[in-house]
């Protein structure tokens, strides 16, 4: 017997009642007190409820003079059932029992009974072996620090066991005596509470084995116990005939971790009282075999902590001390050489030893530890090194090992998978030992989340990679670290940065960070990016290598800064080469040329803010050569230059008045010429001098064709074009959906999310539309709408080409490139815009016809829609098909965008003659309508009678008369006005032509008839309407139109309405006022 535990007791007035538990697990009561005799009476019980019943017994007070020496069993009572509680009072005694015939409320005593038993034996190993041992003073310097810290852990882990056993075990006692219910039982509700206790306690155990603990605490075990420790025998309940101390302290430790079979069997005994259906029944079933489980893990535990520690009993010394820690578990080891290095020398040794968390590669005295996280290992074919090899993959390394035997490399292989898995999965010790017997295949995953510090010398040497791998290769997303501050967050591809990656590096000079956003390539930086300079500067364009290279801007210092300059165009391995803008903020000038090696090399343009403008030749970043200079008061130069504004040699120079002198010339312009040669007055009568100074501009400078080429290298790229047009068309819409398709995932994983519209656009462009067969007009249609929806995504190829091209054209033509005399270069730089786009769009839908090809249309149209008499009769003649012409396919989508800077140049170019036009509308305008209808010279009968009044519900017209202002024909002026809230050509002479066909409306209704114009009738009538639609800028538009409209319309009616819109222009300038 194990002796008496009392969990219940109750006195009367002489006497008291001791529930306990005896050597079965049915409760037993003792009696303590006055003697007496048992009366006559039979108890008699009177069953309550379905399962309980109370039964008194009333013993007469019979006194025979004497007491209890000690409580006495009362027998009688154990047949009674399965007391719960006992109470006493005065002379009599009542007791609480139960008569289970399910079997339910025996299962509750037992498993009460069970964990009060256990909690008992907890409580003494604590209080007789546990903390003596603690409270010993040479027990410090016995152990050593690190022994002594896991002995301490295992100390305060059994503590928690013990409190934790104790608090169940008074909850069970609590509930037989109330509630009686499985849903209340402390280790069904909190069964992972257990289940962690139990684990953590092994594993601290197990780490104290490992480290050789118990071999440790022998001496100062036998110093305080005794040579012959019965009570450890005792305690530790030893199956062993001679145990060693060492193997009772550690089945002492070991002992709690028993106590997981005896849940299992009491949760299984309580389930078979339910039905099987039952929740309560699936609750104790689960909880039952949580705990089996856990049990044989415990035991699988311990195993490994033995098999661990007599692995380190063999192992060499030296390297012991630096590979030994507690929570290192041995899996297997090649000592018995059954897994060699391929190739290995014959005298090397080499020995293998796979643990729960990295793979040892020990040679003679040297070794090297590879982390399991970043272990690969896979089978190597058997053409390459015979049946049985294994290849280990790490991620500075790779091995090809030779196993002895088939069975030993399907051992090997599973072990170590194994083992990397449980690494991945954060299992820790939860090894299987390379005699486990399992035939569980488990293969950890190729790609993984780990993190790795590289010891190898190279340009990662002591970096810390954290991020996801694929077979021993950094490979998706990652963060990587240099000691030196030098930090690399982005994608990686085989090991190298590789996608989209941002990388700051301290600039140990300034003390501040270098800072680079933007695309990689195998290690390098290459493609779209920005660059943060440490001094200041910004660089956004691209990279080749992680040089500047392709098209880009340089931003240099900030207005406030001493020099704050502007560079934008094309870069050559690092420097600036090829054809560039350069605005130097500080002295107010821009040059638009060409550049090599940072140069300005070529020709070229320099405009200032005073109004200069030079075209010419640069040579070693100065003005040298062939030039022309011109002033803001048109005084012109043509010669030789040697420096920045400097005349050096034979040039011309030609005063606004058209007197010039032409000679040699030597000076700086602006500060004294020295001139030798001749003056000359041109005749009186060369009216021609003017347009022959102008036609001279722009021979030296840079050709439209020649500008921004590598913008369009960079769209061709895109594309999969190594020269452009040269390449697969289905290559290029692959390209096109594939980088749609990937920056809509990033801009999804951005904390900035899109518009739903913006994300409908991008799915709709994922899709590759119809690019090959026939073009007809509802294809047309359909490209059209596709192009305008690209061109507004920068995300798309041509959305991206034409964003760059219109910041490249603000750059070149605002501010102090806001000058009159660019306008020749800025129209042409245009219409190369659109010839090279076009190409690129003629490249996606290779049917689409070339510039000025017909699209026919379908023949029924024109009858369907034309019906007879209609007043379009008169305007519109039948057309065969529509020309396809880049300007009416592309300045849609890029005129509005340019058309700011580029207005701006042709108001400037035109101003004289606006001004002089406009000063001359001002004061025709001031005439009422008659009376300028008349000094026109509008035929009588073209003039209207009456007007419509303001409150067109009246039907009711107004008389003109001849005080009447801004009246007749005043749908056509509103009509007109409208040009200037228009962009492109096309749309602008479509406002012409309503024009036209408003005041031709006009006309019918006053004539009641239909009327045919002829030329010396509608000229008239349109220049009253020019006059009074008031438009300021005229000259303007009528130049922009000239210069952009598509060609094919020229000859047409459009054209005819526009030669006549130009012909008013100039009449009103040249308009005597009488």
Known sequence: SEGIRVWDVSAGEKHTLLLADGDCYRPIIYYSGQQVKEGAEESHAKEQGQQEEEEGAEEEQQRAGGYTRQPVLLPFCIDLGY???????????????????????????????????????????????????????????????????????????????????????ASLT?????????????????VDIFLDSYSEYCSAVGNLQVMGGFQTLTKPSIDFFGKSPELLKKLSECSEETPTVADLLGALFYLPTRHMHEYGRLLLKLATCFEVSSDDYQRLQDS??????????????????????HFWKTFPGKMTDSLRRPCRRLICESSNKALTLQNAGRFSVNWFIVFNDALVHAQFSTHHVFPLATLWVEPIPEENSGPYGLKLITPEETFALLASSPTEKAKWLRSINQAVEQALGGAGQDTVSIGSGSSQK?????????????????????????????????NGSGVLKWPDGRIYTGTFKNGLEDGFGEFVATNKTLNKNDQYQGHWKDGKMHGLGTYSYASGEVYDGCFQDSMRHGHGMLRSGKLNTSSPSVFIGQWLQDKKTGYGVFDDITKGEKYMGMWQDHQRQGNGVVVTQFGLYYEGAFKENKMMGTGILLSEDDTTYEGEFSDDWTLNGKGVLTMPNADYLEGSFNGEWGSGLKVTGSYFKPHLFDTDKDKTRDMKLGRLCVCAE?????????CWSELGCETPGQGENWKA????????????????ESPEALSRSHSRTLESLEVIPQHEGPITMERYHTIRLYLIKACDTPLHSLGRLLETLVAVYRMTYVGVGANRRLLPQAVNEIKSYLNRIFLIVRFLFPDLPEEGGLIPEPTTNLQDKREPGSSDAHLESPKPGRVASSSALLLPVLLPRLYPPLFTLYALDKEKEDDVYWECVLRLNKQPDLALLAF????????????????????????????????????AVETLQQISTTFTPSDKLQVIQLTFEEITQAVQSLLKQDFLWSMDDLFPVFLYVVLRARIRNLGSEVSLIEDLM?????????????????????????????
């Open 733 to 748: 819409w692959e390209n096109i959906a594939v980088a749609l398709t990937t920056s809509r995932r990033l801009i999804q």
């Open 174 to 190: 609590g509930n037989l005596r109330r509630v009686r219910d499985v849903k209340s039982l402390l280790v069904l509700e909190h």
């Open 936 to 971: 026109l010279g509008v035929q009588q009968k073209f003039w209207p009678v009456s007007i419509p009044t303001s409150m067109p519900e009246l039907a009711e017209k107004q008389q003109v008369l001849s005080s009447t202002k801004d009246a007749c024909f005043a749908s």
């Open 706 to 714: 020649d500008k921004w080429q590598a913008v369009f290298e960079e």
């Open 288 to 309: 039952c075999s949580k705990f089996e489980a856990l049990a044989l893990k415990l035991k699988r535990k311990r195993k490994d902590a033995e098999y661990t520690f």
């Open 83 to 169: 007391v719960s509680n006992v109470f006493a009072g005065g002379q009599r005694c009542v007791v609480l029992l139960d008569r289970n015939v399910m079997g339910f409320i025996a299962s509750l005593h037992e498993l009460a009974a069970a964990e009060r038993k256990f909690y008992c034996k907890l409580s003494n190993i604590k209080t007789q072996i546990i903390r003596p041992l603690l409270e010993l003073e040479s027990l410090s310097s016995a152990l050593g620090p690190v022994v002594l810290g896991l002995l301490q852990t295992v100390a305060g882990r059994f503590s928690l066991l013990c409190h934790l056993t104790g608090q169940h075990a």
């Open 442 to 474: 488990t293969e950890p995953p190729v790609s993984r989340t780990a993190s790795y510090t590289f010891y190898k010398e190279g340009r990662l040497k002591e970096a810390k990679y954290e991020g996801h791998w694929l077979s021993g290769k950094p």
């Open 1046 to 1074: 598509d060609p094919c319309v020229q000859h047409g009616e459009h054209g005819i309405m526009f030669t006549t819109l130009k012909a008013c222009y100039y009449q009103i300038q040249h308009e005597k006022i009488t």
